[in-house]
């Protein structure tokens, strides 16, 4: 199982971006999913979470979204600060065979920078 982001790069302040996340590989289901992202010195935080066949949380600033069909996650990112400047993950449940455990699973991250 392989998680991919996608969307990252730099921005200017105000400014929007929207991040992906592609669950691939051999599974059965992909359960929950959540964004986190960490800045430099900073514990990683939760962004966003969403469930399988949840519709989209708007979170202020940031929504996110879903496509169960496609193993995808999205992160709109609105109005954009510096101090969202981070590396965003993408964290997924998934179970790769019926009757066993869910396991956890990171993918590499996407790196956000708001800057001028």
């Known amino acids: 199982v392989q998680l991919v982001e996608s969307g990252g790069g730099l921005v200017q302040p105000g400014g929007s971006l929207r991040l992906s996340c592609v669950v691939s590989g051999s599974f059965v289901r992909v359960g929950d999913m959540t964004w986190y992202r960490q800045a430099p010195g900073n514990e990683r935080e939760e962004v966003a979470r969403?469930?399988?066949g949840g519709g989209p949380r708007f979170l202020g600033r940031f929504s996110i979204s879903r496509d169960d069909a496609e193993n995808t996650i999205y992160l709109q990112m609105n109005g954009l600060k510096p101090e969202d400047t981070a590396v965003y993950y993408c964290?997924?449940?998934?179970?790769?065979?019926?009757?066993?455990?869910?396991?956890?699973?990171w993918g590499q991250g996407t790196q956000v920078t708001v800057s001028s």
């Open positions: 964290n997924a449940d998934v179970r790769t065979h019926w009757g066993r455990d869910v396991n956890n699973y």
């Open positions: 969403i469930g399988r």
